[in-house]
């Protein structure tokens, strides 16, 4: 809406200075805004004589302003008829504030109706006193600055009444400031300087920054030294209870209610709850990131959790991570090459190693320009790719939104864009943002995203320091430590509410349909799909005489023999035990299932179609490696169910029991001693039923919880693992059922393999008996017949003959309850 007055000092300004270079003119619409104000700023800087003018009440201006008027600009006495531009300057900001000079014009006098207005603007900033205008009412009538409750913009009467106070008892430290009742940056500023003016420092020392010093010298406030003793200290922590929307009343001594309201602000911002005013209290009141050094029990970084990784992050308490699902360019990159991306195996090793994770989206989340409904459809698509890829079951990703956004870029961007991603996301996931605390307010206000991962550690985002944390906020980014630990990796500290739990296991990939996928797109290909392919690929390189043929010798001659494409598709798929295990376990796998046979491998991978294909299989059978799900929901390692099966092919050197069931029993032998070794008190069958079978959550069953299972011994960490889980168990199962049906199907077909696999894992009547082909391969129908049977196996023999690397001197009683375990899970 037009404003008469604002229009007229528009014209008056444009009238007066439009033909000076050193003045810009002004768009005469009657709208006040920074226009008019820079306007009036340079009218005034020409008055003072400045040749260099420009738009901010700067420090030149100021000097020259008080030089000329150093009791500042006073009314004229009634009589007094002289004239003087800085008059007109004065009533027309004064007229862009909202108040009457007292006249229909722009006048060249200051006489008794701008000194009224002066004295209201001056009541209304909580100063009160004359009518005279020194450097910073001159300063705040020059400015954006609002004098009055903006109450439709969420104003609230109380910290206008506060920010009158700051302005009435510390104008010295902050200067003007704004008693609107906003809370945002400016109050902030002038909050921390009002705190350091009780802190004793001097106003030149007041810098509004929150600093060591400062942090020195704060005072816990409580009802022990509340009530009268420190009224200035009581008075500031209430004001901020009030801007943090906690309190409604702003007091000077210690009340009733106040132990609970402080209570329930740190509740809300997961402190420690105290009902105190402690130091991490008040510095999570006056700044977005709070005390850096407080406890917390998440995390996330940019860098791959390796095993090393992992255990220093649960040495030093911390029990969630937070992770990036990809990175622009990753498909063009080796794993061991991606900057920040979750890589092949991560997520089991944070999850099998009792952390949890959150996923985090961030591409292209740095400009206002990247956020387009456009993105968000691509992004959420790509989010929900790599989640599902990944194994990640349904959960909240976090979108970035990586930039100090203003409010109206929200409007016009962020929200759009977000819009976007919840329409396209899918898959089960659901939407979450990372960002700053207003933008996460908006964004779940407007229901695009449930959840917020807030970027308190960013203070300088204009959307954190004024505004109160999102309700919904459940990781809280408060602070960097880069070098952690002295180890070369970057950590972020983050809070962590339990509004919504991390996420504790990963879900693995799906083996695929009953119909072939014949097409050339592997990256998007099922494990038996892809094994399909490399079946065909490898018969076209057999017709071409480079693989799939052995020389066996014989005396002085020899033979070449065609080894079927069955066969050496289980070779090639065992490649992590017989060639990338290591030595030890290399050596200990080729004695007991067959050599890898490296001259096939080699054809393979330098051929430009397999190499393609075993780029995409590698996802399942490399050295980090995703599960394969059948149809009814159980988890295959690939590699471990076909190189068993190869071990009871052969079964010559060592016994094929040992290379199945029997092998994987015997590791966890050693973990059930381990247990019972660092928790005496528990029962040993207990112990080796909650882990012989157990899911990947074998830490959270009733069983084992509450029992040590990580422990340093001898300066090493070790922990109780899961090396008998149900996922062994079900390639166990299907070993002995591949190995009896490989052997006597048609050894010709190029796709025996392939059609077994793909008839075996859609069949949930024949997956069903997979646990019990491990007893019926024993001679036992029975749990009872089963456990004696276990018990037979020369398990001291396995020890010392099949566990080539290792020495354990395992009593009756683990074995005993080991093989109890096992005859229990599958009966």
Not at 173 to 182: E, F, K, Q
Not at 208 to 216: A, M, R
């Amino acid at each position: 809406m037009t404003d008469k007055m604002v229009l007229r000092t528009q014209q008056w300004l444009n009238q007066t200075y439009g033909g000076d270079s050193r003045f810009n003119k002004v768009a005469e619409d009657g709208q006040t805004g920074w226009s008019t104000i820079y306007g009036l700023t340079r009218a005034l800087q020409i008055e003072l004589g400045i040749q260099n003018t420009a738009d901010n009440f700067g420090p030149s201006t100021q000097r020259l302003f008080v030089q000329r008027y150093p009791n500042g600009v006073q009314e004229q006495k009634s009589g007094d008829t002289a004239t003087s531009n800085v008059y007109s300057i004065i009533q027309g900001a004064l007229w862009c504030k909202g108040y009457s000079a007292g006249s229909d014009e722009i006048t060249q006098h200051f006489y008794g109706g701008t000194g009224k207005a002066i004295k209201n603007l001056k009541t209304d900033m909580g100063i009160g006193g004359d009518s005279s205008v020194d450097v910073d009412i001159m300063g705040a009538l020059l400015s954006m600055k609002q004098f009055v409750l903006l109450e439709s913009y969420g104003g609230l009467n109380a910290i206008r009444q506060a920010q009158q106070q700051i302005n009435g008892n510390y104008r010295d430290y902050t200067g003007i400031i704004p008693t609107d009742g906003l809370y945002g940056r400016e109050m902030n500023t002038a909050l921390i300087q009002v705190l350091q003016a009780i802190e004793g420092f001097t106003p030149s020392e007041a810098t509004g920054n929150f600093g060591s010093g400062t942090k020195s010298r704060l005072k816990t406030i409580s009802a022990s030294n509340g009530t009268g003793d420190n009224p200035q200290w009581v008075w500031l922590a209430t004001v901020t209870l009030v801007c943090n929307r906690i309190a409604a009343v702003i007091r000077t001594s210690w009340h009733t209610g106040l132990s609970d309201q402080v209570t329930d602000f740190q509740r809300q911002y997961g402190l420690p709850q105290n009902g105190t005013v402690d130091p991490t209290t008040w510095m999570s009141l006056l700044t977005s990131k709070g005390d850096p050094n407080r406890p917390c029990v998440a995390c996330d970084t940019r860098f791959e959790i390796t095993d090393a990784r992992l255990a220093t992050l649960k040495a030093n308490g911390y029990q969630i991570v937070g992770r990036y699902l990809t990175e622009p360019g990753q498909s063009s990159l080796a794993p061991a090459d991606y900057f920040k991306a979750i890589r092949p195996g991560e997520l089991e090793r944070i999850t099998k190693g009792g952390m949890k994770f959150f996923p985090i989206f961030q591409e292209y989340s740095t400009k206002l320009a990247h956020f387009t409904p456009a993105n968000g459809a691509a992004h959420a698509k790509s989010a929900r790719e790599a989640a599902q890829r990944l194994g990640i079951p349904p959960t909240h990703i976090y979108f970035a939104v990586d930039f100090d956004a203003t409010d109206d870029q929200v409007t016009s961007n962020i929200l759009p864009y977000f819009r976007a991603v919840l329409a396209n996301l899918g898959g089960g996931y659901k939407v979450g943002i990372y960002a700053s605390r207003n933008i996460c307010t908006r964004v779940i206000e407007a229901g695009y995203a449930g959840y917020a991962f807030v970027s308190d550690m960013s203070t300088g985002f204009s959307g954190n320091l004024g505004f109160p944390i999102p309700d919904n906020w459940v990781y809280d980014q408060f602070t960097e430590i880069s070098g952690y630990q002295g180890q070369g990796w970057d950590l972020d500290r983050v809070a962590y509410s339990g509004k919504m739990p991390a996420v504790s296991y990963v879900k693995q990939t799906s083996a695929g349909g009953t119909t072939i996928d014949q097409g050339t797109n592997y990256d998007q290909m099922g494990p038996i799909d892809l094994i399909w392919h490399l079946e065909k690929r490898f018969d076209e390189l057999r017709a071409q005489g480079k693989v799939g043929q052995d020389y066996v010798a014989s005396g002085t001659t020899g033979t070449w023999v065609t080894v079927p494409t069955w066969r050496c598709m289980l070779n090639y798929l065992s490649k992590d035990y017989l060639r990338d295990g290591g030595n030890g376990s290399t050596i200990e796998w080729s004695v007991s299932a067959e050599s890898f046979r490296k001259a096939d491998a080699a054809i393979l991978e330098q051929d430009a179609t397999a190499s393609a294909i075993i780029k995409s299989l590698d996802r399942y059978i490399g050295s980090w490696r995703q599960s394969m799900i059948d149809v009814n929901g159980e988890s295959v390692d690939l590699p471990h169910m076909c190189v068993t099966t190869l071990g009871y092919l052969n079964g010559l050197v060592v016994p094929d029991t040992w290379t199945g069931w029997a092998g994987d029993l015997g590791s966890a032998m050693s973990n059930i001693q381990k247990a019972k070794d660092w928790n005496p008190q528990a029962s040993i069958d207990v112990i080796a039923e909650a882990l012989v079978g157990a899911d990947d959550n074998y830490r959270q069953q009733g069983a084992l919880q509450g029992l040590t299972l990580d422990k340093q011994v001898d300066g090493t960490w070790q922990t109780v693992s899961n090396t008998c889980n149900r996922d062994d168990l079900c390639c166990d199962g299907d070993a002995i059922y591949f190995a009896d049906t490989l052997k006597n199907g048609n050894g010709s077909d190029s796709h025996l393999l392939s059609q077994t696999m793909r008839s075996y894992y859609n069949a949930p009547n024949q997956l069903s008996d997979r646990f019990k082909r491990i007893a019926w391969s024993m001679g036992a129908s029975d749990k009872a017949a089963a456990v004696s049977a276990f018990r037979g196996v020369d398990w001291q023999q396995m020890f010392t003959c099949w566990l080539l690397t290792h020495s354990y001197d395992t009593p009756d009683s683990v074995i005993d309850a080991a093989c109890s375990a096992l005859a229990e899970f599958i009966f």
